[in-house]
């Protein structure tokens, strides 16, 4: 059983990878929920969604979130009622909004619904949220106090940061199978996701971080800053904001009290030395995945370093 922690977009990438490099079933994917937000009145989770769409080959290729051939009509008919549109919610897409949001209404845990919606969707690998708790994202920044949607979104990532929070993170429990996840998996891996933002909330949710230590599996994690930039959204601006360095060497440090092997990619072999010093075992292989033979050489790569 190979236990994963992701965010959405660049996670998901590896998650496909993973699937098709070993039995998919066998996989437990741990999801940040710290991007979740409510809106129009429903509960909106993006990474679940983002990781069960892509494993059912159901998400939007040229966005890599939402549906694919989704319609936005709903969407268009609010904007003619004054409202404004900033976050995109498709058609289709708002079905499992809607019944994600009945389902919490009427008492099921957020880890129930998202069970059911990634069987509906006809994913075989078990996708957990962090948490059942509800612990949104604010980020701090020279505007004010942002959701995180509102500052990746709305405000497309141009403001500065000066911290993030992770609201009532304290008082969250794991949800139900994440610590048994961790303790039980064969290898547990690290997708290459923000650091800050989407593997933050789940190494923040109480026990978490204490179970990486404990556990007897070993733990890879692979970099998401690739010759000192990220690949996808605003990793790199957001470390440089809040005074980190922006590099391979700086993300490892992050994860140097749980990690046994961080996997770096080609450009950034000088800095593996350095690494070396920190984590046990350093690798360098490919990390770009651009396509489903990258995405799946990167897993095959992952696994192998990990059996080993
Ligand atoms: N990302 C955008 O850049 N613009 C959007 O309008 C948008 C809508 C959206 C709707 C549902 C969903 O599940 C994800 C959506 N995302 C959108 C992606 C999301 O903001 C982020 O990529 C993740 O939260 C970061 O992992």
Redesign the pocket.
Known sequence: MITALA???GASKLLLGLALAAPDEEMTIVV?TG?DIELLGLY????L??VTYTLAGAVNPA????LRDDTFHCLETLERYGLER?????DR?LATHLFRTQMLGAGRTLSEVADEIRRAHGVRSRILPMSNAHTPTTILTDEGELH??EY??KRRAAPVVRGIRFERIAEARPAPGVTEAIREAEAVILCPSNPLI?LGPILSVPGVRAVLRETAAPIAAISPIVGGASLK?PTDRMLADLGYEVSAAQVARLYDDFIDLFIIDHVDEPSRAQIARHIPRVEVTGTVMTDEASKLALARFVLDQVRN
């Open positions: 965010g959405g977009i940040n991007d909106i989770a993006p990474d969604d983002t966005t890599g979130w939402g900033w976050f995109n919610l498709g897409d995180f949607q990746l979104v989407s959204g």
